[in-house]
């Protein structure tokens, strides 16, 4: 949806974003190793929303999940 345009629910080309979350710049998820800043995308005509990280969020989320002996999500 960030690179598209694109809602992959409702197909529709009405996308805002990055947006700021409850009068925040950014939302932050707290890790215990740094955060990760995210920006979000939502599409106005069914309200499905994406959130995307900052490459060093991506980073902190990494090295989070290698140290918890890689416990990602499949």
């Known amino acids: 949806m960030k ?3 694109i ?15 409850a009068g925040e710049e950014k939302v932050r998820l707290l ?5 990760a ?3 979000s995308y939502v599409c106005v ?3 499905y929303i994406e959130f ?3 490459k060093k969020g991506l980073e ?6 290698e140290k918890d002996n890689n ?4």
Do not use: A
């Not at 890790?31 to 955060?35: A, M």
């Not at 902190?60 to 999940?65: A, D, F, H, S, V």
């Open 31 to 35: 890790l215990k190793r740094g955060t």
């Open 60 to 65: 902190n989320i990494k090295m989070k999940y």
């Open 71 to 74: 416990n990602f999500l499949r």
């Open 7 to 21: 809602c992959p629910k409702c197909n529709s080309s009405s996308i805002l974003g990055p947006n700021r979350v």
């Open 3 to 5: 690179e598209t345009r």
């Open 37 to 39: 800043t995210l920006d």
């Open 52 to 54: 995307y990280s900052d």
């Open 45 to 47: 005509d069914c309200g």
